[in-house]
């Protein structure tokens, strides 16, 4: 693979003089090991469990910190593996107006429509993935 001594013009160029099929082995490891890197910080971060009550299902989730929104769909998808008891899952974060923003997900085949709970705080979304957020006081 290209040297980090190059310009990004050069390694542009090294790039699309590839083949396919070299260009494919030069750069997936480096998109396997992102892989990876990224799975164990959503490991991580899936071991910090709550529980709540939400529309009177008892839930697990997590409190995400700002910079950890990012992989709220990946952690999310983390939890209902892990915790399949779990009717459904939740990342929940605070934002600087005082508002708490939650994300709901079910996996999918449940049959548990998350979209129908988020309405009930004025939220919405899709029967796998919804959301909503609350005024704190």
């Keep these: 693979f290209p040297s ?3 310009s990004h013009f050069e390694t542009f160029d090294y790039l699309t ?3 396919e099929q070299d ?3 030069s750069i997936a490891p480096i998109g396997e090991e992102q892989l990876l890197v990224k799975q164990r910080i959503v490991d991580r971060i899936g071991r ?5 009550v939400i529309a009177g299902y008892e839930v ?4 995400l910190k700002p910079k950890q929104a990012r992989w709220t769909s990946d952690i999310a998808e983390n939890l209902y593996k892990r915790y399949p008891e779990s009717p459904f899952v939740f990342c929940k974060g605070t934002s600087e107006e005082n508002r708490v923003k939650y994300s709901l997900r ?4 449940s049959g548990l ?8 705080y004025g939220g919405g979304g899709h029967k796998h993935a919804a959301g909503f957020v ?4």
């Design 48 to 52: 910090n469990v709550i529980k709540e």
């Design 4 to 6: 980090h001594d190059r």
């Design 23 to 25: 260009l494919i082995e």
């Design 60 to 63: 697990v989730g997590i409190e």
């Design 17 to 19: 003089e590839l083949s």
């Design 134 to 137: 609350l005024e704190l006081d």
């Design 106 to 109: 079910s996996a999918t085949g």
């Design 113 to 120: 429509d998350v979209a129908k709970i988020a309405e009930k």
